[in-house]
Structure formats: C-alpha cells, structure tokens
C-alpha cells in the first residue's frame, strides 16, 4: 500500500480557512514534487497547486492569492493552506506526489484517497 494520505478537509464557512496535510505512507521517500487537485460535483478534476524539489511553486489562477503550498522534507510531508475560502472551493481535494518507492525501487506517482471540502454558510 504505497500511497498518499490526506487530512484536514471539514466544513468551514465562507472566508474561513483550512489546512490541508499530505503525508506519503512509510515505503515512499525522497518526494521529489508534490500538487493537489481538487474535483467539485459535476466538474473534471483540476490542478490547484504544485511545488517542485526546489520549492518553486505554480497556483491555478482561481486560487492564487488565498492558497499557499508548502512543504516540509524532513516530515516527507505537504500542505496546502486555503485562506478566505469560497462556495466555490468545496470540492474532494486529492495530493499528487513523486517520489521514490522502496517496493519498486524506483521513482513514480502517488496519489491520495482524497479529503473533502464543504464551504457553506
């Protein structure tokens, strides 16, 4: 079971803010570059965020301003920070990671279960 976890998703209401927390399972090391995606009823999944190794990040216009993507290596572990949230953000928030996997004893992509996120007065 190589694969991303995602925390954090819950309810918030409108300009409220949440923390998103993407932690690889114990076989998967050296992330190489991490982004989330995020899929709202009806909708096709959508790249929110990415950071590369270097700390080089890319937004989706939609979200540049109130979200922040970050990254701790020691803890091997994303985040997402979404401030001033709107109704238009609820969707399930995925974490797409590369990074090296002990099993196959190379580098591919992992992905999340996904969290969800619900912004409603």
């Known amino acids: 079971q190589e694969h991303m976890v995602e925390s954090g998703g819950g309810l918030v209401q409108p300009g409220g803010s949440l923390t998103l927390s993407c932690a690889p399972s114990a076989s998967i090391i050296g992330i190489l570059h991490m982004s989330w995606y995020r899929q709202g009823l009806g909708k096709q999944r959508e790249l929110v965020a990415e950071?590369?190794?270097?700390?080089?990040?890319n937004y989706a216009d939609s979200v540049k301003g109130r979200f922040t993507i970050s990254r701790d290596n020691g803890k091997n572990t994303g985040y997402l920070q979404m401030n001033n949230l709107k109704v238009e953000d609820t969707a399930v928030y995925y974490c797409r990671a590369e990074g090296w996997s002990m099993r196959d004893r190379g580098t591919r992509a992992f992905w999340g279960q996904g969290t969800q996120v619900t912004v409603s007065s």
């Open positions: 950071i590369d190794n270097d700390r080089n990040t």
